[in-house]
């Protein structure tokens, strides 16, 4: 039985499926979406986005996260979920962080400074336009680079934002550092789901000039831990979440707790409202952007998640030590 992933190296999705299927020694072919499989892509993928797993039988699937959950439930071993529903929840939370906060990072690097938009716009030519010549890469690196920069409004990339996506680049980068330096994986000595979607945007960083610049001067663990999770074994178990909280506390209470979370219950809010836009303070600083769709429904999962673990011993006192708790219930 062997699994179809179309899918791009330069895309966050994409990598994190594809590690997560290494990981479950899942049998699976590697294809890059370029413009010679596009018929056959278009015959599965009910949206034009990467990843797309085509199963042995000819169904279709998109979306990482629905997809990690999918085979997680299929193909249990090794696991990814905790057996304590408490840190369970909070690795899907920590999943979400990277989802959709640290594309913030990786999103806004890559498309707002003119090395990191031109080595990203060829790489994305240099896949779609194949052995074509050079002139059709260096005409397709130019559309792609004016196309990319025109959507970092998308993810909340501005002027007026740009400075609190920064920080909070460097300050995660400082607290996950910290945690892994005693432990190979966020969880643990095994990958959890948090760590699938957290690594996928910080790999993706790491390939950038800007991002990958910052990340080896001053994060050894997470750049090692960045090529430990291409490929990811499990190598122990994992921690109770009482030994990790030390470390693991700070990066919920900062990020999750202090941006993540009131940034996506203001533009869940926004978007109840029918707003085109919405202002908000967000790390003692202005933020302002027009509201994310996909992002209300995945707060609202997110949500759902909590209210099936709200009673496991621990899990409320982390989450009201972090801050999490107020925007989750």
């Given at each position: 039985?062997?699994y179809?992933?179309?899918?791009s190296?330069?895309s966050?999705?994409?990598?994190k499926?594809?590690?997560f299927?290494?990981?479950?020694?899942?049998?699976?072919?590697?294809?890059p979406?370029?413009?010679a499989v596009?018929?056959e892509f278009?015959?599965?993928a009910?949206?034009?986005l990467?990843?797309?797993?085509?199963?042995?039988?000819?169904?279709g699937?998109?979306d990482s996260t629905?997809?990690?959950?999918r085979f997680?439930a299929?193909h249990?071993e090794?696991?990814?979920t905790p057996?304590d529903p408490?840190?369970?929840?909070v690795?899907?939370?920590?999943?979400e962080?990277g989802d959709?906060?640290?594309?913030k990072w990786?999103f806004?690097?890559?498309w707002?400074?003119q090395p990191d938009v031109?080595?990203?716009?060829?790489r994305i030519?240099q896949?779609?336009?194949g052995?074509?010549?050079t002139l059709?890469v260096?005409?397709?690196?130019?559309?792609?680079?004016e196309?990319m920069?025109g959507r970092l409004?998308?993810?909340?990339?501005?002027?007026?934002?740009?400075p609190?996506?920064?920080?909070?680049?460097?300050?995660?980068l400082?607290?996950?550092e910290?945690?892994?330096?005693?432990?190979?994986y966020l969880?643990?000595?095994?990958?959890?789901m948090?760590?699938?979607g957290?690594?996928?945007?910080l790999?993706e960083?790491a390939?950038?000039?800007?991002p990958?610049?910052?990340?080896?001067?001053?994060?050894?663990?997470?750049?090692a831990?960045?090529?430990?999770?291409l490929?990811?074994?499990a190598?122990?178990?994992f921690?109770?979440l009482a030994?990790?909280?030390?470390?693991?506390t700070?990066?919920?209470s900062r990020e999750v707790?202090?941006?993540f979370?009131p940034?996506?219950a203001?533009?869940?809010a926004?978007?109840?409202r029918g707003d085109?836009s919405?202002?908000?303070?967000?790390?003692?600083?202005e933020?302002?952007q027009?509201?994310q769709?996909?992002?209300?429904?995945s707060l609202?999962e997110i949500?759902r998640k909590y209210?099936e673990a709200?009673d496991t011993l621990?899990l409320?006192?982390?989450?009201?030590e972090?801050?999490?708790l107020d925007?989750?219930?």
């Amino acid at each position: 039985m062997t699994y179809r992933i179309y899918g791009s190296e330069l895309s966050p999705y994409s990598v994190k499926v594809r590690s997560f299927f290494r990981y479950k020694n899942l049998d699976h072919e590697w294809i890059p979406r370029s413009p010679a499989v596009q018929a056959e892509f278009q015959k599965y993928a009910k949206l034009p986005l990467v990843p797309l797993v085509v199963t042995p039988e000819g169904e279709g699937i998109q979306d990482s996260t629905p997809i990690l959950e999918r085979f997680e439930a299929s193909h249990p071993e090794p696991s990814v979920t905790p057996a304590d529903p408490a840190l369970a929840f909070v690795s899907a939370l920590l999943e979400e962080y990277g989802d959709e906060w640290g594309n913030k990072w990786m999103f806004h690097y890559r498309w707002r400074y003119q090395p990191d938009v031109w080595s990203t716009a060829e790489r994305i030519a240099q896949q779609m336009m194949g052995a074509q010549g050079t002139l059709a890469v260096a005409q397709a690196r130019a559309a792609v680079a004016e196309r990319m920069m025109g959507r970092l409004g998308f993810v909340g990339s501005n002027a007026t934002t740009e400075p609190v996506i920064e920080a909070s680049f460097a300050k995660a980068l400082g607290l996950i550092e910290a945690h892994l330096a005693s432990r190979l994986y966020l969880l643990g000595g095994r990958p959890a789901m948090a760590d699938f979607g957290l690594w996928a945007q910080l790999y993706e960083a790491a390939t950038d000039p800007t991002p990958g610049a910052i990340m080896r001067a001053s994060a050894p663990n997470v750049m090692a831990w960045t090529q430990r999770m291409l490929s990811p074994r499990a190598e122990g178990d994992f921690e109770k979440l009482a030994d990790l909280a030390p470390t693991l506390t700070p990066l919920l209470s900062r990020e999750v707790g202090a941006l993540f979370l009131p940034w996506s219950a203001a533009n869940a809010a926004a978007i109840a409202r029918g707003d085109k836009s919405f202002t908000m303070s967000l790390g003692g600083a202005e933020w302002s952007q027009e509201p994310q769709k996909y992002h209300a429904r995945s707060l609202a999962e997110i949500r759902r998640k909590y209210v099936e673990a709200k009673d496991t011993l621990g899990l409320e006192a982390i989450l009201r030590e972090s801050g999490c708790l107020d925007f989750l219930s």
